[in-house]
């Protein structure tokens, strides 16, 4: 269940009857029996009580508060013996090689239908089964790491090439489009982090990417296939020319986006998240499935078109 804020209308969310109550301006708008809840998540401003978290608990549902950029900044987590097998699984892991790199495979697929929609890859199907191939044929963590940079810059290098594509330069703010992929990939890192707490996994515990201090490499790990949705939506806006240089200043060879510019962006990655929320949660309870039984059944995330 996903509410978000409203500008301007006092929301809140209670208890009534065993049902989870959605009111504006004191009045109700919307319902839905706790029966049928498995989490809540809240983005951005709501008045909840008391009487709402202790049911939640009561109820075994999860209640996550996010900011308007996805980050959560509080959560009442409904704890079940089955989180704590899954981090007894989570930590010993012994096909976690082969899961990094279907990670990696999933992330080539979409990065090549992106290609093939816009008409730069003739060949999507042939052009993933190699790719897939030399994936499957690297021998260490090191070496995976290398082949998928190099399938993302080749991608980058394409994709974009039609917009002064130089090459990805992280949190640097070099041109524009790094700048939108640095919003557009934090709000997606924090959607996933959100969705795999859920579950109860140890977010900092990461399997493609490694224990790093302060990092939550598995939220990294999971949102690998999931970038093409920001790169699609970032795609689209250079077409529909809602991308306007002048919204942005340079500053010492940085490019900043100006405050009273921002919504219009941050409202680009808002939307296209949330029209793949229910694909993204789908993927997070395969991914907690395979983790949990061991199976080699990995799930697969499709952008769409």
């Not at 999507?124 to 790491?145: F, G, Q, T, W």
Request: charged share 25%; with cysteine.
């Amino acid at each position: 269940m996903y509410l978000i804020s409203k500008p301007g209308a006092k929301q809140k969310l209670a208890f009534w009857n065993d049902n989870i109550r959605l009111l504006e301006n004191d009045k109700p708008v919307n319902q839905i029996s706790c029966s049928r809840v498995f989490a809540v998540f809240i983005i951005g401003d709501f008045s909840i009580t008391t009487k709402l978290i202790k049911n939640c608990k009561e109820y075994g549902i999860s209640l996550f508060l996010l900011k308007q950029n996805f980050e959560v900044y509080a959560s009442v987590v409904a704890e079940a013996e089955g989180n704590y097998l899954l981090r007894a699984k989570q930590y010993s892991l012994k096909n976690d090689f082969e899961i990094a790199k279907n990670i990696v495979k999933n992330k080539t697929y979409n990065q090549l239908h992106l290609l093939n929609k816009v008409e730069k890859m003739p060949k999507p199907v042939s052009a993933y089964k190699e790719a897939a191939l030399n994936i499957d044929a690297v021998k260490n963590h090191k070496a995976l790491l290398g082949t998928e940079g190099q399938h993302t810059r080749e991608f980058f290098q394409q994709y974009f090439k039609e917009f002064g594509w130089i090459r990805r330069s992280p949190r640097t703010k070099g041109d524009i489009t790094n700048v939108l992929m640095d919003i557009g990939y934090t709000f997606l890192f924090n959607f996933t982090d959100a969705l795999l707490r859920l579950y109860g996994f140890d977010t900092y515990k990461g399997i493609y990417h490694k224990l790093f201090f302060q990092r939550k490499s598995l939220a990294c790990d999971v949102m690998e296939p999931f970038r093409c949705v920001i790169d699609k939506q970032i795609y689209k806006a250079y077409r529909l020319k809602q991308i306007d240089k002048k919204d942005f200043t340079v500053s010492r060879g940085q490019y900043q986006l100006s405050y009273q510019n921002q919504q219009k962006y941050l409202e680009l990655f808002f939307d296209s998240i949330m029209e793949r929320k229910e694909d993204l949660f789908v993927y997070a309870r395969d991914f907690y499935y395979c983790i949990l039984n061991n199976t080699t059944d990995y799930p697969f995330f499709k952008v769409s078109g």
